[in-house]
């Protein structure tokens, strides 16, 4: 123990060793998860035409694309990270920023997840599994389709009006097919991929066989017995 005037310094082995184990943990916790999560951006963006898989490795800028795809102002999301940082320090306002940024990558997510056929319900995996939600969607089946309803705030100020190089416009093109999702009669649930074969039908009981028809052997046909030719009379001389 050392001692500066009043203040009593104590130097607890335990506990920096402690701190430097958990410290590593956390770390190599954290480059898992951004390895994970870069990889399963990364499928999605293919699916969705974006070009250059590097654009999913490179932190935050990963996320304001992903935002932007869900028909969002990615700028917005930026400016919700900026206000939690710097008025962090204020109680509540600083948390209230971070719940906003939140609830905009939910709205984001619902989009995005539309779009690869999927229904509101999944929203709640993204909420309390994100990660788990990321690759679902990165190594399914699904296509990215953008003929989908307009966003509810695609006339306000949250809509995405950015044109940034490599990242394709989220407005559906003429003439493409609907998404299957938004259609009515479309099946809840989960649906098995196209292409899955149809079971094996029950084998059927072979046919009765009927026996052989009894064989009549042939009848045998009467003799026939000709009279015999009468005697011709003598010649006269």
């Known amino acids: 123990m050392e001692t500066f005037g009043s203040v009593d310094y104590y130097y ?3 506990d920096v060793a402690f701190f430097f184990i958990f410290a590593v943990f956390w770390f190599i916790f ?13 499928k999605i963006f293919g699916k969705a035409g974006v070009q250059g898989k590097w654009r999913a490795w490179v932190p935050i800028y990963n996320t304001l694309i992903f935002v932007k795809l869900g028909d969002l102002s990615p700028w917005w999301l930026l400016g919700l990270w900026g206000a939690s940082i710097v008025l962090g320090w204020i ?9 906003a940024a939140a609830v905009y990558m939910i709205l984001a997510a619902w989009r ?4 690869l056929q999927k229904e509101v319900v999944w929203v709640i ?3 309390f599994l994100s990660i788990v939600w990321l690759g679902i969607n990165a190594f399914d089946k699904s296509r990215w389709n953008t003929a989908v309803p307009a966003a509810p705030w695609a006339g306000n100020f949250l809509a995405d009006k950015t044109t940034w190089s490599g990242v394709p416009s989220q407005v559906p093109a003429g003439g493409y097919p609907a998404n299957p999702v938004t259609q009515p009669g479309y099946p809840a ?4 991929p196209a292409g899955t ?3 094996p039908a029950a084998p059927q009981p072979p046919a009765s066989t009927q026996p052989p028809a009894s064989t009549q052997p ?5 003799p026939s017995t000709e009279p015999p030719a009468a005697p011709e009379p003598p010649k006269q001389s």
Do not use: D, R
């Open 12 to 14: 607890n082995g335990g």
């Open 30 to 42: 954290a480059i898992a998860g951004y390895v994970l999560t870069s990889l399963f951006l990364m």
């Open 91 to 99: 109680p509540l306002i600083g948390q209230l920023f971070i719940l």
């Open 112 to 115: 995005v997840g539309l779009k």
């Open 125 to 127: 995996l993204f909420v």
């Open 189 to 192: 649930g989960y649906q098995p």
């Open 197 to 199: 074969p149809a079971p």
């Open 218 to 222: 042939p009848a045998p046909e009467p």
